[in-house]
């Protein structure tokens, strides 16, 4: 399984980003694909995840209602829109792949993950 994280950069408080992450190497059906973040001396934290088979979606308190997180199945990538971004926002973002039945938030759950690719946001 190979997770191809893109779509970081500098922006503004207030703006938007895409965050798009391939996934290739076997079928995805029963997996839940998520995003966390990591700044510097902090451990890593769930962002949002996604079931693949089904629209089930879940988010961490402090981005629901303004990171949004799909999956589009034809091109097997998963995508975390964010807007209204603060700079508490900036840190090094990573898509991972759980081959857990259950939605999970704890990062052991998730057995694949991709390179991470930085968001800094500029106050």
């Known amino acids: 399984v190979q997770l191809q994280a893109s779509g970081g950069g500098l922006v503004q408080a207030g703006g938007s980003l895409k965050l798009s992450c391939v996934a290739s190497g076997r079928s995805f059906n029963h997996y839940h694909m998520g995003w966390f973040r990591q700044t510097p001396g902090k451990e890593r934290e769930f962002v949002a995840a996604?079931?693949?088979?089904?629209?089930?979606?879940y988010y961490a308190d402090s981005v629901k209602g303004r990171f949004t997180i799909s999956r589009d199945i034809a091109s097997l990538t998963v995508a975390l829109q964010m807007d209204s971004l603060k700079p508490e926002d900036t840190a090094l973002y990573f898509c991972?792949?759980?081959?857990?039945?259950?939605?999970?938030?704890?990062?052991?759950?998730?057995?694949?993950w991709g390179q991470g690719t930085l968001v800094t946001v500029s106050s």
């Open positions: 996604i079931r693949w088979s089904g629209p089930n979606t």
């Open positions: 991972a792949a759980s081959t857990t039945w259950r939605f999970s938030s704890v990062v052991t759950d998730y057995e694949y």
